[in-house]
């Protein structure tokens, strides 16, 4: 018996392609994507404006299936994470952080991570699998299903939680194309943001494939010590990153930016020198640098660098005329801030194993 297809992978483009094969006309995806995306109806049988035959059909070839929430922990100022079962003894973590004027899902696009960054704690816990584009758009579901009876709303969404997305490629360009689209989720193209480490083969390709916003996790502004906290510098050093990231300011007719993302440890990369570098290194770029505070975990040996220290830093930015914030920390309590997700990953790359030995 065939397995049956989990409507959830599919963009409107592919559920077109499948209600045709299907002999059906177009009109048939707009009405089941209201019936997920809006009133959010997952059984076929109760959506009554599909034929009788269609739905009979569709209960026998197809699901609108959904991972397990194993815990949801509120944190003191009103984050709230949800652990993920996603089978085979893995889980993955998202996290909602509300504010004044907007709520954003972070959401995660693999079990774990295969890039290691030395001051995530992802990365210590190795890599399983890529998610699929159901498991990542059933993530913003679920959330959406336990914010909406409290009042709450998604108005952003940030490829920021579990795995690198640009090693997800499709399943994330897919993903993405639902919450852009009016029929599911109808966010704009600002408020959807991808990070990514850099790999650059995928930022030049995702520049025509999906119009949203691009965040850099960058962290150094010199290779050698990039090569140290982001290991996939080794591969793609910072200068061919610089030129993957001009493809993407470039790409498509409306006005792109890119926000580059830099964890302040203490000691490591915090110095006048590094912020000198960093202003001379994004001279000219149309970006805008987030300094994000240190969230220890147990397995690093990291510290955040001191409040003085990071306005410092921000001053010296600010100067040469680089826009600058420092992220506000949020959701600690609960390890749920940034850098700190771990989920449970089943580690298929026995890196886990060789730290201990």
């Not at 018996?1 to 009109?27: H, I, R």
């Not at 922990?73 to 996290?95: C, F, P, R, T």
């Not at 990231?245 to 006048?272: P, W």
Request: a positive charge.
């Amino acid at each position: 018996m065939n397995e049956k297809q989990n409507l959830l992978n599919y963009n409107q483009q592919a559920l077109n392609d499948f209600f045709a094969k299907l002999g059906e006309k177009p009109y048939r995806t707009k009405q089941i994507m209201k019936w997920i995306y809006k009133d959010h109806v997952f059984d076929f049988n109760q959506m009554l404006n599909l034929s009788k035959k269609l739905r009979e059909q569709l209960t026998e070839i197809a699901c609108i299936d959904f991972p397990t929430v194993v815990s949801k922990n509120h944190a003191l100022d009103g984050v709230v994470k949800w652990v993920i079962d996603m089978g085979s003894e893995n889980n993955v973590e998202m996290v909602y952080i509300p504010e004044k004027d907007r709520g954003t899902l972070c959401i995660s696009s693999q079990v774990g991570c295969a890039l290691a960054c030395t001051f995530c704690s992802t990365g210590y816990q190795g890599f399983n699998r890529n998610l699929s584009t159901a498991e990542i758009i059933a993530q913003v579901l679920i959330a959406n299903l336990h914010l909406t009876s409290s009042g709450k709303r998604i108005s952003n969404v940030v490829f920021m939680g579990m795995g690198e997305p640009m090693l997800n490629e499709e399943a994330v360009y897919s993903a993405c194309d639902l919450l852009l689209d009016d029929l599911s989720f109808g966010l704009s193209r600002r408020k959807v943001t991808i990070s990514s480490s850099g790999v650059v083969p995928a930022l030049e390709r995702m520049s025509e494939r999906v119009p949203v916003s691009l965040a850099i996790s960058l962290h150094a502004p010199t290779d050698d010590l990039r090569d140290e906290l982001v290991p996939i510098n080794k591969k793609y050093p910072i200068k061919e990153l610089m030129r993957a990231c001009d493809v993407y300011l470039n790409a498509g007719t409306q006005e792109r930016h890119i926000l580059f993302e830099y964890v302040m440890l203490k000691g490591v990369n915090d110095s006048q020198q590094h912020a000198e570098q960093l202003a001379k290194l994004l001279k000219g770029v149309s970006a805008k640098v987030n300094l994000i505070p240190f969230n220890p975990f147990p397995q690093s040996e990291y510290q955040v660098s001191s409040v003085r220290t990071i306005e410092k830093f921000q001053n010296i930015l600010f100067s040469q005329g680089i826009r600058t914030m420092t992220r506000r920390t949020r959701g600690e309590d609960v390890d749920a801030a940034c850098g700190q997700l771990a989920g449970k990953v089943k580690d298929k790359t026995k890196r886990t194993d060789a730290r201990r030995n």
